[in-house]
């Protein structure tokens, strides 16, 4: 079984950074997989970034180019999305999300492993 937990969100100005965190454990934990979606309040989930197992491989939503990086260390089972330029339209719940599949994918189907969600809230 594995599980992702999610760490790094909280209350931030526009135009501030900030760095969330997944850790994942369980078998075969690290080959997943691993991205971010995010849920804004009363919002559909949407699709934020996916990186490889390898780390080499990276997708990032349109929108969000420039502003998120995506990035993985496998030596600690965690990856890490940079956030910069926050904006207010930024504020969702952010989740954590593995895939066994072997390409990477902005359809949130392709995700068995889902963590519980932390909010980051970008006050104007």
């Known amino acids: 079984q594995v599980q992702l937990v999610e760490s790094g969100g909280g209350l931030v100005q526009a135009g501030e950074p900030l760095r969330l965190s997944c850790a994942a454990s369980g078998s075969n934990s690290d080959t997943l997989i691993l991205a971010w979606f995010r849920q804004p309040e009363g919002k559909e989930r949407e699709f934020v970034a996916a990186i490889s197992w390898t780390g080499r491989n990276t997708q990032y939503a349109d929108s969000l180019k420039g502003r998120f990086t995506l990035s993985r260390d496998n030596a600690k089972s965690t990856v890490y999305l940079q956030l910069t330029s926050l904006k207010p339209e930024d504020t969702a719940v952010y989740y954590c999300?593995?895939?066994?599949?072997?390409?990477?994918?902005?359809?949130?189907?392709?995700?068995?492993?889902w963590g519980q969600g932390t909010q980051v809230t970008v006050s104007s």
């Open positions: 999300a593995g895939s066994t599949r072997r390409a990477l994918f902005s359809l949130r189907a392709a995700y068995e492993y």
